[in-house]
Each structure stands twice: as structure tokens, then as C-alpha cells.
């Protein structure tokens, strides 16, 4: 697989014009959503660790769109567009990052635990890897109640040397499980370049080795992440464990307030030129689309998410009993005994 | 009222929950022939392959699996053949099946039961003999079950399955084989309620002695022991320890003044601290001798017998507190 650039973006020759459009608009709403939250930081109203994926929307775009809401969905650190693309409210997920009453997981989770079980996100993880397990359990779920959903479970191309990662492919193997698994490989695992810590080939030859049938595709590439998702998808709703590798690049540091020192400007620069949101914008002028109505809906999607800022801002805090809410049934630590 | 012995209870636990709700399923390595210790033996035949599942040694897949599928609405019954080997799936149990819940602001419920059998079994030396109870005690979010009988397996186990949080059911390798009476017929009733409930298994006057697990039965021969000494001696079993029955054992400690908690696990850190210290805090005034704790020195566990039974807690060192705690003297070996 050869990456390829914006001179050569690639589409098919009769891509469907209205979806591309579509996938435009949802990227540019998570990079929105992103950029709002990054100027919170310095704004000092979100307060944790947030893990911007500007840069990656296309993988977020093309894979989580691309499953149907009952379909389940497992992120990592890094889940705010693959949260929005499954069809969370970027309202309630602004405020979640701010710590905010109306929050999706009531202000309790923030950034790095953001869940919507309403569209079936089951959570973003604060551990590298540990969504893998959990993703081949919850296809298991579905499989023993003999229902026909998918699970997809992205993580980074750091999390493939994490144990979990080998566990739950070969989970998900040999149990047959509807679970297509997702590394979004941005070459970095947070300041280390990922292939200086990884033996061998890299995520799509673990994943052969187990005999899941792996595919490499340009992850900035919006339609070409799709078509890849959608192709594996049929093997998957049959039970076969499919591997997705989507190259891309993080455009910004690894959390919100990282300078990413560790690489260069030009280096930076060089992959701002494959800026999938561009590319995808390149492809729709040249199908016919106006520019000016493509920046629209880029300026739109600015309004939206500056409009979800104001609302988390003037959010109230959540009711401080709400700490001891959701611990536990037996042995709940409201009720004094305790 | 029959007899029956612990393995039994779990086994037939297990098998009326799996019929009683579809959604019980079971996993784990080996337990189609029968689990380690044939705890689940004959239930394939029943329940075939799906629902008692043979899994690959990946107990971290084991465990996060189980989380992902208690998620989506299934009832996991986890086998950790010994708890020393769920240390492999730490994060899964503790960050993952513990935290869900809470972190997700209560959008999802994790029901899963992780069974790690737990204790001293003769010579498994150092990696398959330890207590480590308190360390889930420790962390919110978990139930922590220990039972010491075949009765209170089989109705703490049906509580642990019916109820919605993450239950870490640990049993003692050296009571598979103890008989007891067992009521006739299922679990009936809400076996839930149970769970943070102690039992008094012998009633006294002169010293609380409160054990769980395998320890209770020293602390029952103890007792024996005491009572021919002149010196009552009520033993209560607290049967779980997350949460754990502080109105019983306050109780009992105020009406004999005296606290003698007993554990197979390491004294250090052990959960015989907490309620050692929740007694002084509560029942300074009524205490009529220092509240104290026995349990394992701080080493590993060995293999040979005479370096194993060297950090048993014996009822003679059961007896020979008490004794000491009552104002008797100590023997001269205790
Ligand atoms: C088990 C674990 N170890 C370390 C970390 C700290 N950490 C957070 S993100 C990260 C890098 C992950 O890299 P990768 O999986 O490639 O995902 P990316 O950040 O590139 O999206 C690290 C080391 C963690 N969260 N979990």
C-alpha cells in the first residue's frame, strides 16, 4: 500500500458525490469540536488531559460512519471523532470534557472515559489496549444471543505491543467473533516513534499470524477508509474477525498541550499537505461543488462547536452527590453502614 | 436439610442459575472437562460448549472479554482456576470491570462473577496459594465474596450471579472437599441480600473472634478449644468482605468488649486492619482489651510442609490469643 498524496487523491470514478459531501461535513465538525476543545484548555475550562485526533478524521469518518447504529463501537485516549462520527451529541460531549452537568457520562468521565451507550459507544479507554478485550467480549455478547451486530474496535498502532492486543485477536479468532479491529497507525505512540518499539513487520502481520486477514489502507483517504470498512464488514457480520491498518498522521501533539517537540516543522508541514479534510474538499470541488459552499460548511461546523463551548461553559457543575452515585449496588457507599 | 460439599454446592449453584437465566454463561480455560478442580464438571453435557466455555490462557482476555459481554447484557461467570493467576488481569478487573459503571456516569452495568479460588492448598508454594481478598476489597466498584461453608457457597454464588456488580467470588482451595448441611431444593428468596451479611457461627460471651473463609473453621476449633477452657467465645463469619457486616461484628464486640480478628491472608495490609480499626474507632470505650489480629507473616508461601505451616494460622494460635486477650496466660508454645 503506498500512501498517497493530495495531488493524487485517488477517488473511484463514480464515488458517490452526497456521501462524500456528508463525510465532509462530519469532519469538519470533529475538527471543530477538537479546536474548541483544545482553546478550553488554555481557556482553563477543560480541565483533564484531552488527546486531540486532528489529522485522523477520516479514519474516525470512514469507519464509525460507516456502521449502523445498532453496531458497536470501542475507542481509545483518542476518541472524540470515532464518539461524533457514531452519532454522539457533540453538546453533551462538550460538556462532559469540561466537566459540566448534561455531560454523557454526567461529568464523571471526562475526555478519555466519553461513552454513549444510546449509539453504541462503550467507551472510550484510558488504557492503551484494554478496549481489544473488551471489544471481542462484547462480539462474544452478541454471538451467544445469536444477534447479527458488529463490533469495531479502534486503537493505536502503540497498543499492538500491549499483551491484551494478542489476547483478544486470538479471541476473537478462535471464537469466530463480528469484530473488525481498527489500527489507526499515526506513526506515534504519544512522543516515540511506534515502529522504533515494534518487532517486526508491524500491526498487519500480527494480525495475519493469528490468520485474520488484514488491510492497509490510506487513512486519509475518507472513501478509501470506507470502502476498505465496508468490504471487511461483510466478513465480519459472518463471524470473521477482520484487521483494518489506516496510515494517517496526528497533525497536533499527543494531548492538547503538547508542542510534539519530538518532530520537525517540516515534517509537520509535509503531512498538513495530506490533510484528509482537504482532500476530501479537493474532491468535491472537482466533482462540481462550490468552494464557497464547501467553506460554508466548514464555517457552520466552526458555529456549532463554538456554540457547544458556550453551552458547556455556562453549564452548571454536577451535583457533588453525584460522586457517590453509579459505584456499586451491594455494598453502595450511601448507605452509611459503609 | 442434606449434606453436600462445597465443590458440589458451586457445581449445583452454577447449573440452576444457568437454567433459571439464559443468559449465565461461564468461561474459562479447561472447563469443559470439568474445570481444575471439577467444580464444573458434567455442565458441558448440559449446557453445551457456548455457555460453558473452554477459553485460550489469556486471562486478560478472559476478564476484559467478560467485562464487554456483561456489557452488552450477558451474565458472565468467570473461571480464574487461582486467584494468583487473575494478577494477569489486573487492569481488566480493576480499571475496567470496577470503573465502567461509575465512569460512564451509570450508563452501563457490569454483572459479571470473577472466580478466583484463593488459600493455601498443600505445597503450591508461592504462585498458587495466596489471599488476596483484601486487595479487591480495597478498590470500589467490587463485591468480594469468602465463603467457609457448602450452605453459604451455594446461596452467596446465586446472590453473586443475580446481582448487577462486578463480584470477585473467591473460594478456598482446601474446602472443595468439605462436607455440611446445605438446605433442600434451589437457592430461594433474594440470595442478594445475603451478600454483606456475616453469620454468628457460634455464639459467646467473652471475645468476638471474626474470621471468613477457611480460617472460620480455626477459629470454630478455637472456640471448642476455649469453651472447655471456660472462656465463650463467639465466632462470627463474615461470609463477604466487600461490604462487609460492620453492625454484626459491632454488635457482638460490644457486648463481649473483646476483638480477635483472624485471617489466612498476610496480616500487613490485611482486611483485618479495617475492621480492627473500625472496631477502635467505634468501641473504644467499651473494649475491654486491645483489639487484636492474626494473620500470615509478610512472606510468600512455601512449598515445603514444615515452611508452610510455619505462617498458618493455627487454632492454637487462635486459642493462645484469646486465652491472652481474656487475661489468661499464653501457653508457653504459642
Ligand atoms: C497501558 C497504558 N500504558 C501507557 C499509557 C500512557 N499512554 C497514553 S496514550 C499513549 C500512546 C498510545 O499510542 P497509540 O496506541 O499509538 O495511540 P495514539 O496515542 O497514537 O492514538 C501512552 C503511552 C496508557 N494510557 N496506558
Redo the contacts between chains.
Sequence with gaps: MTARTAESPGAPPNFDRQRLLDQYRMMCRIRAFEEAAVGAIADKLVLGAIHPSIGQEAVAVGVCGTLDRAD?L?STHRGHGHTMAKGADPVAMMCELFGRAG???????GSM?I???EVGM??A???VG?N??????????????GEDRV?ACLFGDGAINR??F???L??AQ?FGLNVLFVCEDNGFAASTRTQAMTAGPGPAARAESLGIPAAEVDGNDVLAVEAATKELLADVRRGKPRFLVAKTYRLTGHTGVDPAPYRTAEEVAEAWTRDPIARARGLLETAGYAGDDLAAIADSAQREMRAAYDTARAAPWPDSDLAY???????D?RMV?? | MGRMTYIDAARQTLAEEMRRDPTVWAVGEDLGRGGVFTQYKGLVEEFGPDRISDAPISEAAILGAAVGAAMMGTRPVVEMRFSDFALCAVDELVNQAAKARYMFGGQSRVPMVVREPIGMWRSSAAQHSQSLEAWYAHIPGLVVVTPATPADLRVLLAGAIRCDDPVVFMEHKDLWALEGEVPDGPVDGDPIVELGRARVAREGRDITIVSWSAAVHGAMAAAETLGTEGISAEVIDLRTIWPWDREAVLASVRRTGRLLVVHEAVAAGGFGAEIAATVAETLHGDLRAPVRRLGAPRIPISYAPPLEDRVRVTPEAIVAAARSMVGQPEAADG
Design positions: 458497536i470501542l455531560g454523557c457520562c454526567s461529568g464523571k468521565g472515559h461513552a454513549d451507550f462503550l467507551g479507554n484510558g488504557v484494554a481489544i478485550t473488551i471489544a471481542a467480549g462484547a462480539a462474544h455478547a452478541i454471538k451467544l444471543k463490533v499483551g491484551p494478542l489476547e483478544g486470538n479471541w478462535v452515585a453509579d459505584v456499586q449496588d451491594v455494598g457507599p453502614a459503609f
